[in-house]
């Protein structure tokens, strides 16, 4: 098949996708696909769709090339540039599936998946509507608990408006977090009152809106679902703090078991619940679903990732290993899935 891997872009996890979609090109690649790497944003001048798709292909070099835009991201957003780079939309419609490596904000927020079904470009993961859904953290907690899935109290503050009532309520400790952020971008565990105020300003920073939500002091989980049926439980345990950006992506932050040591009722429980989870914001597909369980067995959904990561330390890979399924076995069943 001729492939786009569609990585890069403009969002906070730009550097995470570029991983992410450098390891799914090459996995692709080995297994005899005519995978190309693109950057969403920045794209490839020159690039002509009939000679894009070859068998020989430096898959690092073209990696290189896209980093080499990295530090102009910011002048070009700035310069009022459109966000489909130069020959984006032509390699992505001469292909056979676009694999959408992207993570974050217009990438992962049902944007980008809208815009290929009016040019009628074949992608990877869920829709535009459920990935909208899905990336929003105060619409999905709705979504989630009406169709009976736990998840953490909280309430969502917007930017600029008088929000001290919405706090009365809430007991410290809260998480405090960007709606629809990523990679625990701009996300705080606030402890002490004195520490509130900045802990909001720091998740401003990032966007309009932000929600607040009790903290749930338990051992977290991750669930992989792909079409419609969940993954082995894998549990997550950071060597300092909690698992934030630098935990997420760097060796050996974490301690991370697949299946994870529950009971197995828990495990079903927990696989029930990512499987009603991503069946109630209508995720076709695949997702992987995030969990946290406190020590009486008590469950919450934090949130659905419609793009989950795939770079060497990302959690749907390893549960999909406790499976048996290679990297670039898992990579094509996303694409058969998906389709």
């Not at 130069?86 to 390699?91: A, G, I």
Request: proline content about 4%; glycine content about 10%; aromatic content about 8%.
């Amino acid at each position: 098949m001729n492939i786009v891997v569609l990585a890069g872009g403009i969002s906070t996890e730009r550097s995470v996708s570029i991983v992410s979609g450098t390891e799914v090109c090459k996995a692709l690649r080995a297994r005899g696909e005519r995978a190309i790497l693109l950057d969403v944003y920045c794209g490839k001048e020159n690039a002509e769709p009939a000679q894009a798709f070859t068998e020989e292909y430096d898959t690092e070099a073209e990696a290189a090339y896209i980093h080499s835009f990295d530090d102009k991201i910011e002048d070009m957003i700035a310069s009022g540039k459109d966000f489909f780079g130069p020959n984006v939309l032509n390699l992505c419609k001469a292909a056979d599936v676009v694999f959408l490596a992207l993570h974050g904000a217009d990438g992962e927020n049902g944007k980008v998946q809208a815009a290929f079904d009016l040019f009628g470009i074949h992608y990877t993961g869920t829709g535009y509507l459920s990935s909208a859904l899905a990336m929003d953290k105060g619409l999905s907690k709705d979504l989630l608990e009406a169709a009976g899935v736990p998840a953490p109290r909280g309430t969502q503050l917007v930017r600029g408006a008088e929000y001290v009532k919405e706090l009365q309520n809430m007991r410290l400790p809260v998480v405090v977090k960007p709606c629809c952020g990523g990679s625990s971008v701009g996300v705080s565990i606030v402890r002490e009152q004195a520490q509130l105020e900045q802990a909001l300003l720091d998740a401003f920073r990032y966007e309009e809106n932000v929600i607040v939500e009790e903290y749930v002091e338990g051992r977290e989980f991750s669930v992989g679902v792909i079409d419609g049926e969940a993954l082995p439980v894998i549990e997550i345990a950071p060597v300092e703090g909690f698992y934030d950006y630098k935990n997420k992506y760097s060796q050996g932050a974490t301690v991370e078991t697949c299946p994870a040591k529950l009971t197995p009722e828990q495990t079903r429980k927990m696989q029930r619940y990512a499987e009603e989870g991503a069946k109630a914001l209508g995720i076709t597909g695949y997702a992987r679903l995030d969990f946290l369980m406190k020590e009486n067995g008590d469950m919450y959904c934090l949130e659905a990732n419609t793009l989950p990561g795939m770079t060497p330390t990302s959690l749907l890979p390893q549960e999909a290993a406790a499976m048996g399924m290679d990297f670039g076995q898992l990579c094509m069943r996303l694409i058969e899935v998906s389709r």
